[in-house]
């Protein structure tokens, strides 16, 4: 392949170390499956009502704590409420994870006080139970929550409780009103319980960090990274995406002897004058010294991922078909989301002509209406930036961001015009595109007709100039197409070889 085209292979657009972080197989022994049959009709109910009660408890304590407050947001609680919480509530919490199964939990390194850290971020965030885990861990500390659960018969009560900053996702102003609420109780001298934060913002399976979400570095203020690590084996424990579904999760690991949990408190970490004001930065340094302690890499996966993961599924494609990494793209090729979700649904259309959900050149070829030929090989080559001889739907992103888009420029599309274009009339005819696209790409009659036909919406017998541009930004890979048959096939004069 020539040197003149090639996406560049740097690092920074290289396949991540973990390709997918939303995955998790379980996989059972005979003897875990004989267990789970005995404690399914003994263990398992017993402990479902234990936990019930402790929750109903927890409830109860919460309920008269809340009593005679209209804004339990505004202050922390003092005097008796702060008792109910840091004791019956709390106890409760405690016996409600215990007769889960989480006995005993293991901890290494040492708590900051909410004075030396405002703000806790842990990682990873991989099940439901981290939550609860954290509760007891960090002795019933704050967090932030959306303002619908605060209105959740039962369930709104007890988060309540926990003195949460709400988020509403109607409110335009909510993410600014968010960061000024931690910001104000981080600056309160150790007055309010820490304030703890997931920074993944979603669920993976623990085997690297994603990219982490800048509302807790906002405030510019010291945070204690913690991290979580289940050891339990089968791990019955990880819920993300594409994997066993809630209820399976809770199912197993109540049917757990003993449910292993490791929670180590790194040092407390204060963000320099760069770190203040760039959180991005402040981000990803908190995330590396938590993946160096994990010992796992980090990817630039987000929540955004998982969104198009499940977008995946609604055009026919599996659920991995959508990870793209896509914070990383839309840094490097400033895409939006809403551009690669139209990219998706292209993406689909072309992968699933031959049932599977990759591109390969014979899928390209259907796509554009053209046999294979040597342009349409070199141009299959730039956009398979793996060498296997097919794309996945980064691949094709890319492709069309660094190559298809940028040469389906308004120069590029009136020189190919132009190709067809004999005599410069303003228009094309049938026979003039028969003629060059039959001796360049080697396109039957009956396929010029075709494409003929989609570019003349009118039904003129002729395609204008706006007619061929209009659908030349319908299939930006046209223009590239052209770009590099032209590249290929011109003379010393610059004249194409067309007979």
Request: net charge neutral; aromatic share 12%; proline share 6%.
């Given at each position: 392949?020539?040197?003149?085209?090639?996406?560049?292979?740097?690092?920074?657009?290289?396949?991540?170390?973990v390709?997918?972080?939303?995955?998790?197989?379980?996989?059972?022994?005979?003897?875990d499956k004989?267990?789970?049959?005995?404690?399914?009709?003994?263990l398992?109910?017993?402990?479902?009502i234990?936990?019930?009660?402790?929750?109903?408890?927890?409830?109860?304590?919460?309920?008269?704590?809340?009593?005679?407050?209209?804004d339990?947001?505004?202050?922390?609680f003092?005097?008796?409420?702060?008792?109910?919480?840091?004791?019956?509530?709390?106890?409760?919490?405690?016996?409600?994870?215990?007769?889960?199964?989480?006995?005993?939990?293991?901890?290494?390194?040492?708590?900051?006080?909410?004075?030396?850290?405002?703000?806790?971020?842990i990682?990873?965030?991989?099940?439901?139970?981290?939550?609860?885990?954290?509760?007891?861990?960090?002795n019933?500390?704050t967090?932030?929550?959306?303002?619908?659960?605060?209105?959740?018969?039962?369930?709104?009560?007890?988060?309540?409780?926990?003195q949460?900053?709400?988020?509403s996702?109607?409110?335009?102003n909510?993410?600014?009103?968010?960061?000024?609420?931690?910001?104000?109780?981080?600056?309160?001298?150790g007055?309010?319980?820490?304030?703890?934060?997931?920074?993944?913002?979603?669920?993976?399976?623990?085997?690297?960090?994603?990219?982490?979400?800048?509302?807790?570095?906002y405030?510019?203020?010291?945070?204690?990274?913690?991290?979580?690590?289940?050891?339990?084996?089968p791990?019955?424990?990880?819920?993300?995406?594409?994997?066993?579904?809630?209820?399976t999760?809770?199912?197993?690991?109540?049917?757990?002897?003993?449910?292993?949990?490791?929670?180590?408190?790194?040092?407390?970490?204060?963000?320099?004058?760069?770190?203040?004001?760039?959180?991005?930065?402040?981000?990803?340094?908190?995330?590396?010294?938590?993946?160096?302690a994990?010992?796992v890499?980090?990817?630039?996966h987000?929540?955004?991922?998982t969104?198009?993961?499940?977008?995946?599924?609604?055009?026919g494609?599996?659920?991995?078909?959508?990870l793209?990494?896509f914070?990383?793209?839309?840094?490097?090729?400033?895409?939006?989301?809403?551009?690669?979700?139209?990219?998706?649904?292209?993406?689909?259309?072309?992968?699933?002509?031959?049932?599977?959900?990759?591109?390969?050149?014979?899928?390209?070829?259907?796509?554009?209406?053209?046999?294979?030929s040597?342009?349409?090989?070199?141009?299959?080559?730039?956009?398979?930036?793996?060498?296997?001889?097919?794309?996945?739907?980064?691949?094709?992103?890319?492709?069309?961001?660094l190559?298809?888009?940028?040469?389906?420029?308004?120069e590029?599309?009136?020189?190919?015009?132009?190709?067809?274009?004999?005599?410069d009339?303003?228009?094309?005819?049938q026979?003039?595109?028969?003629?060059?696209l039959?001796?360049?790409?080697?396109?039957?009659?009956?396929?010029?007709?075709?494409l003929?036909?989609?570019?003349?919406?009118?039904?003129s017998?002729?395609?204008?100039?706006?007619?061929?541009?209009?659908?030349?930004?319908?299939?930006?890979?046209?223009?590239?197409?052209?770009?590099?048959?032209?590249?290929?096939?011109?003379?010393?004069?610059?004249?194409?070889k067309?007979?």
């Amino acid at each position: 392949m020539s040197e003149r085209s090639k996406i560049p292979r740097q690092e920074s657009l290289m396949v991540p170390p973990v390709q997918n972080p939303f995955v998790h197989k379980l996989q059972l022994t005979t003897a875990d499956k004989i267990r789970i049959a005995i404690c399914s009709v003994t263990l398992f109910p017993l402990r479902l009502i234990a936990i019930l009660i402790f929750v109903i408890i927890a409830w109860v304590f919460a309920l008269i704590a809340l009593t005679g407050i209209k804004d339990e947001g505004k202050e922390p609680f003092t005097g008796w409420r702060r008792w109910v919480r840091a004791v019956p509530y709390f106890y409760s919490v405690r016996a409600s994870f215990f007769a889960g199964g989480f006995h005993r939990l293991s901890y290494k390194g040492k708590q900051a006080s909410s004075r030396e850290a405002p703000l806790a971020v842990i990682a990873p965030h991989s099940s439901y139970v981290d939550p609860l885990a954290i509760l007891f861990a960090l002795n019933i500390p704050t967090g932030v929550g959306r303002i619908e659960t605060a209105s959740t018969p039962f369930f709104g009560t007890l988060v309540r409780m926990l003195q949460p900053v709400f988020v509403s996702r109607t409110d335009p102003n909510s993410r600014q009103n968010t960061i000024k609420e931690i910001k104000r109780r981080a600056q309160s001298g150790g007055n309010w319980p820490q304030v703890i934060i997931f920074p993944e913002g979603t669920c993976t399976n623990r085997s690297c960090l994603i990219s982490f979400k800048g509302g807790a570095f906002y405030p510019g203020a010291a945070v204690q990274p913690v991290i979580l690590r289940y050891t339990t084996i089968p791990d019955t424990v990880t819920w993300t995406w594409e994997g066993p579904n809630a209820y399976t999760i809770m199912w197993l690991t109540l049917c757990n002897l003993n449910n292993k949990l490791e929670i180590e408190f790194l040092d407390v970490y204060h963000p320099n004058e760069e770190e203040i004001k760039d959180p991005k930065l402040f981000a990803n340094n908190v995330r590396a010294v938590m993946a160096k302690a994990l010992d796992v890499p980090v990817t630039d996966h987000t929540f955004e991922d998982t969104r198009l993961m499940v977008q995946a599924t609604k055009t026919g494609l599996p659920l991995s078909a959508g990870l793209v990494e896509f914070q990383k793209l839309k840094n490097k090729l400033g895409i939006s989301f809403d551009n690669t979700e139209v990219m998706l649904a292209k993406y689909a259309e072309i992968a699933q002509s031959d049932g599977d959900a990759f591109i390969d050149i014979k899928d390209f070829a259907k796509y554009l209406n053209l046999p294979i030929s040597p342009a349409l090989e070199e141009m299959f080559q730039l956009y398979d930036r793996s060498g296997t001889k097919k794309m996945d739907f980064r691949d094709y992103i890319i492709g069309c961001s660094l190559l298809s888009q940028p040469a389906n420029s308004e120069e590029t599309i009136q020189l190919a015009f132009k190709m067809f274009d004999e005599g410069d009339k303003g228009f094309i005819t049938q026979e003039e595109l028969c003629k060059i696209l039959h001796n360049a790409f080697g396109v039957k009659d009956t396929d010029v007709t075709k494409l003929f036909t989609q570019v003349d919406s009118a039904a003129s017998g002729k395609i204008t100039y706006e007619q061929f541009k209009e659908y030349a930004e319908k299939k930006p890979e046209y223009a590239m197409l052209f770009k590099t048959y032209h590249e290929m096939s011109a003379d010393k004069d610059g004249k194409l070889k067309t007979e």
